[in-house]
Every structure is written in structure tokens, then in C-alpha cells.
């Protein structure tokens, strides 16, 4: 298996942005899609984005107009890009591949980043 590295967290002020970064070698030529995670501290994991094969995105309600999910493909790298963050936002950010079951069993789990949103 091929370990994803996530990176871009940090402490932010509420409003402010970050750019999370997923690192997936040959997860584009393997047509796999990509999801985002968060989990913050006592509470379960939570979806939220997707970016598939053709660009096309989907976005959990709460991050819908403040996250931007896309894709450098030359790279093999997704970005979340996190505007007008939230102390609700705070969690640690993973990424995922999605797709048939090379995407699934070619990569495991990443260290994840953390985000954390306060004044």
C-alpha cells in the first residue's frame, strides 16, 4: 500500500483560510476519485468532498460555499481550499481514494492534518 499525506493545516482565526493538500502518487491514473474527512475530538468521522474522475464535485451542507475541493492531476494532489473558516470546522482533515478496488486497496490511511479555528 501507498501511505496518502495530507498537509496544509494549522491555527486560524475564524474567517480565515486555509489550503489543505493530499498527496495520492498514480491515484489520477487509476481513474479514482477522492474524498475529504474531517473528525474532530469526541465525535465521529465525517464526510466532506468529493471530487470525482470527470471534475465534478459534491459538498457536505455545512462546508457548501466556504470549501473548494479540486485537482492538480500532473501532480496526483487534491486540494481543499477552506474559506471563511469556523471553530466547527476544527478536526483533523483526511483524504481518501474512491473508485473501483485498486483506488481502495492501493492506499492506506494518512496521518491527516489538523485544522484548528479559534481566536
Known amino acids: 500500500q501507498v501511505r496518502l499525506v495530507e498537509s496544509g493545516g494549522g491555527l486560524v482565526q475564524p474567517g480565515g483560510s486555509l489550503r489543505l493538500s493530499c498527496t495520492a502518487p498514480e491515484f489520477t491514473s487509476g481513474s479514482c476519485g477522492m474524498d475529504w474527512f474531517r473528525q474532530a475530538a469526541g465525535k465521529e468521522r465525517e464526510w466532506v468532498s468529493r471530487?470525482?474522475?470527470?471534475?465534478?464535485?459534491l459538498y457536505h451542507a455545512a462546508a457548501k460555499g466556504r470549501f473548494t475541493i479540486s485537482q492538480d492531476k500532473a501532480k496526483d494532489t487534491v486540494y481543499l481550499q477552506m474559506n471563511n473558516l469556523k471553530p466547527e470546522d476544527t478536526a483533523m482533515y483526511f483524504c481518501?481514494?474512491?473508485?473501483?478496488?485498486?483506488?481502495?486497496?492501493?492506499?492506506?490511511w494518512g496521518q491527516g492534518t489538523q485544522v484548528t479555528v479559534s481566536s
Open positions: 471530487i470525482h474522475t470527470d471534475g465534478s464535485t
Open positions: 481518501k481514494p474512491v473508485g473501483g478496488s485498486w483506488c481502495i486497496s492501493y492506499y492506506s
